[in-house]
């Protein structure tokens, strides 16, 4: 079973910026669950106990092929005995999917835990919220109790509160990757008035300032750094691979190229220029997502690129 004792507080040492003045901590909620850990677990934790009370045995959801959140779903489904059913972004995944899972590990642990797969082009994805494809949906699977894309939602972000607590409460700053916002929704809403909330979306454009806006009542003790997404979702460079490889090398620590390496980046430049004055305690929050690093190493080594260690 999940649990969230084991997300202990880690202070590491990292050599980019032991001279600064500075302190680096890491929340572990990674290590909550091998399969339904950090952001993940607490994100799901609200809506599974609505499911149930609802009397709902059936969890649909969306995603792309390598999805944190595809996972995640299909791991609770498994651990809590709820039937599972995945929304897949690209419709040619499906053409053979004894390939496609030879192919995907992230597919093929979500199908191994029982999901079922709903294989549709990016232009039907685009309108997964729309009315005509939810009734779509509801034609072809029946009742089924909805978690959004990414998991966001209010249960989402009344689970990721609960990130913070008493031992968090020494740290001047809180940094966290953002992708839908349900987690950095979460931090703002439950941390000290005198704590500031750092967001690195993993995602281009400005648009995520005003989803998060929708779960949170201050607007004081926050901000989003929107220059270290490395070119957009699921994109990387030679740069941050070499960041995320150094990190693990001197604290043991691995990081997700999506989310958690450009967090880390991310705070890194930002003591480089000055931006955290001497004295200054940070916590990082490591929201999980590592079974994407298999996939990114697959899509590296056809480009005979540095891989992940």
């Known amino acids: 079973m999940p649990n969230s004792s084991r997300s ?30 950090g952001n993940k677990y607490r994100k799901l934790k609200y809506n599974i106990l609505k499911a149930k009370d609802l009397g709902q045995d059936t969890l649909l959801t969306f995603g792309g092929a390598y999805s944190n959140h595809i996972a995640a779903v299909a791991a609770v489904g498994q651990l809590y005995g709820l039937k599972t059913k995945g929304v897949i972004r690209g419709d040619e995944l499906g053409n053979d999917l004894k390939e496609t899972l030879c192919q995907n590990t ?3 642990f979500a199908h191994e835990c029982g999901m079922k797969f709903k294989f549709v082009s990016r232009g039907d994805y685009r309108e997964k919220t729309s009315e005509a494809f939810t009734d779509s949906l509801k034609q072809e699977f029946g009742n089924y109790y909805l978690i959004p894309e990414g998991g966001t939602n209010e249960l989402a972000v009344k689970g990721c509160e609960e990130i913070v607590n008493k031992e968090t409460e020494k740290f001047n700053y809180i940094c966290v990757a953002v992708g839908t916002g349900g987690t950095i929704s979460g931090l703002i809403n439950s941390v000290k008035d005198a704590q500031k909330v750092i967001g690195f979306p993993a995602l281009k454009g400005d648009f995520l300032k005003g989803e998060i806006e ?8 926050w901000m989003l750094n929107t220059e270290y997404h490395f070119g957009g979702y699921g994109k990387v460079t030679t740069e941050l691979i070499k ?3 150094k990190f ?9 190229p999506i989310y958690t390496g450009k967090m880390i980046y991310g705070i890194v430049e930002l003591v480089k220029s000055g931006f955290f004055k001497k004295g200054t305690n940070i916590l990082a929050i490591h929201t999980g997502g590592l079974q994407g690093i298999e996939g990114m190493n697959t899509i590296l080594r056809k480009k ?6």
């Open 8 to 37: 202990i507080i880690q202070e590491v040492r990292f050599s980019e910026i032991e001279c600064y003045g500075v302190s680096l901590s890491i929340k572990r909620e990674d290590l909550i669950h091998p399969h339904i850990s």
């Open 106 to 108: 992230t597919l093929r």
């Open 214 to 221: 929708k779960y949170v009542s201050r607007d004081d003790n």
């Open 243 to 245: 960041c995320i490889n």
């Open 248 to 256: 693990k090398e001197e604290t043991k620590i691995s990081l997700d």
């Open 304 to 309: 005979n690129s540095l891989i992940i260690k």
